[in-house]
Nanobody, 118 residues
Framework: QVQLVESGGGLVQPGGSLRLSCATS????????MGWYRQVLGKPRELVAS???????YYGDSAKGRFTISRDNAKNMVYLQMNSLKPEDTAVYYC????????????WGQGTQVTVSS
């Protein structure tokens, strides 16, 4: 059974940092391109960053220069270090396969809420 469990969110002031973690199980993690996504209520989910099994990285425009994605294939974990956070980064953050199509579109985890506010 596939499980994607996100953690590390919280309330942070503008300019602050958070490190999100995603624990995965039930997948062949080492061959998966993993992504971090975020969603604001009423808006489509967007890809923030993704990382291939070999470590090639994609960042969306909102993440460039501020966020760092990484993975630990031995622990089946993927991380998102978020620095210089802005109020517009407020969203629920999820991890999933990139792309999250087909089967992956029904195994979303509960996400972790990030709120950037003073």
């Amino acid at each position: 059974q596939v499980q994607l469990v996100e953690s590390g969110g919280g309330l942070v002031q503008p300019g602050g940092s958070l490190r999100l973690s995603c624990a995965t199980s039930g997948i062949n993690f080492s061959i998966r391109t993993m992504g971090w996504y975020r969603q604001v209520l009423g808006k489509p989910r967007e890809l923030v960053a993704s990382i291939t099994p070999g470590g090639s990285i994609y960042y969306g425009d909102s993440a460039k220069g501020r966020f760092t994605i990484s993975r630990d294939n031995a622990k089946n974990m993927v991380y998102l270090q978020m620095n210089s956070l802005k109020p517009e980064d407020t969203a629920v953050y999820y991890c999933n396969n990139d792309p999250p199509s087909g089967y992956w579109d029904i195994v979303w985890g509960q996400g972790t809420q990030v709120t950037v506010s003073s």
